[in-house]
């Protein structure tokens, strides 16, 4: 079954199946397409982490017919929606979903099966404990080719501010919810340990709703 994609914004809920997740992907797909079609080689291995629901993945595999989608989660349980998706949108360069848990190196792809031109990940970070960035580098480090890039789009703070006033409401909101691990992190923490694995901030880009994607690359 497909989630139903709310007009108005529901109440902040991170479960990948959400309303809510569901509404923010909405509204946040289209720039970053706009963006991804700028970055993206003309043909290439793309993948993602994080996937959630697939809404991202299968938006975007129509618009980049040459390449080929992997999607991921360490949530098995969202295998069955992305599947679906793929199927109600058609898209025949949408592969099956692989387990990737990120906190978890014997779930990471194997080097010597594929090497990726693009690894993404989208709004991962207000939900997760900052260290999720050392799994990712890893796996960027391990699996992207050495031309490829890393693109992690979200909000985020820069050298411990927030950048517009709406962000600083959002962390709140976040906040406001007590888990340990949520909330808005930093740029520049980022930046720092990806670079214990080579993988070196290239560029930062502003998106709407004050969001950027960060773009890592090899160095
Ligand atoms: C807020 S949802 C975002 C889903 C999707 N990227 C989107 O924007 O709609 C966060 C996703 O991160 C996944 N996730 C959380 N921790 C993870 C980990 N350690 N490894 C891989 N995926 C993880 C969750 O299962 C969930 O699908």
Do not use: C
């Not at 992305?82 to 058609?90: S, T």
């Not at 900052?130 to 699996?143: F, K, L, M, P």
């Amino acid at each position: 079954m497909t989630t139903v994609i709310p007009a108005e914004r529901p109440p902040i809920d991170p479960y990948p199946l959400s309303p809510y997740v569901a509404w923010a992907g909405k509204r946040n797909r289209d720039p970053i397409l706009d963006v991804f079609k700028t970055l993206f080689p003309p043909t290439g291995e793309v993948l993602e982490l994080a996937s959630g629901s697939g809404a991202h993945i299968n938006y975007f595999a129509p618009h980049f017919k040459q390449h080929q989608f992997q999607p991921s989660d360490y949530d098995t349980d969202v295998f069955e929606t992305i599947k679906n998706l793929r199927a109600e949108q058609g898209n025949a360069n949408v592969a099956d979903p692989i387990k990737i848990d990120l906190t978890k190196p014997e779930t990471w792809p194997d080097p010597s099966t594929k090497l990726y031109d693009v690894i993404f990940v989208i709004n991962l970070f207000q939900v997760a404990p900052v260290s999720i960035i050392d799994g990712i580098a890893q796996v960027a480090a391990r699996v992207l080719k050495p031309s490829g890039f890393l693109a992690i789009y979200g909000p985020f703070k820069v050298d411990s501010s927030y950048t517009t006033e709406s962000n600083a409401a959002f962390d709140k909101e976040i906040l406001a919810a007590n888990v340990p691990e949520w909330g808005l992190k930093d740029v520049r923490d980022l930046e720092q340990a990806a670079n214990k694995y080579g993988i070196k901030l290239k560029q930062r880009l502003d998106l709407p709703a004050n969001n950027f994607i960060l773009v890592f690359g090899k160095a």
